[in-house]
């Protein structure tokens, strides 16, 4: 695959956790929706490096580390980086479900439907900012 390909592979996937995460949160699946969120994000910046960077991404679910080598940080406003940073402990937990009661109680109804409008509003940004 060329890069452009790689960019609409990994924007392709991005949308389609985000799609799936919808469901799980209809479902009232929260810590499983919280790990989908976090894939969404973490897909869309695997097709921006692509396209900033045209390289394969470091291999990692940071996305700290992701949006940084991308030099995708110099673009994110306050709340995207709030986001990111929300969404971090919500890959580990999901998989490996240490402090699951814990976590669990953070990921109320409400805010789980705020991080599914922030996400959803960052892949239609990321989606933009892809077209260019």
């Known amino acids: 695959m060329d890069y452009l390909e790689k960019i609409e592979y990994w924007f392709d996937l991005a949308e389609e956790d985000l799609i799936t995460a919808e469901i799980v949160l209809i479902a009232n699946r929260y810590l499983h929706f919280g790990f989908l969120c976090h894939l969404t994000i973490e897909k869309a910046i695997k097709a921006y490096h692509w ?27 306050e709340s995207q980086k709030k986001l990111i940073y929300n969404l971090m402990p919500l890959n580990i937990e999901a998989r490996y479900p240490s402090n699951k009661k814990e976590i669990s109680k953070t990921l109320t109804k409400e805010y789980c439907e705020k991080l599914f409008i922030e996400t959803k509003e960052f892949i239609l940004w990321m989606k933009i900012l892809l077209k260019k």
Do not use: A, G, R, V
């Open 51 to 77: 396209f900033n960077i045209k390289s394969e991404p470091q291999y990692t679910h940071n996305l700290l580390t992701l949006s940084k080598n991308s030099n995708l940080n110099e673009l994110l406003t």
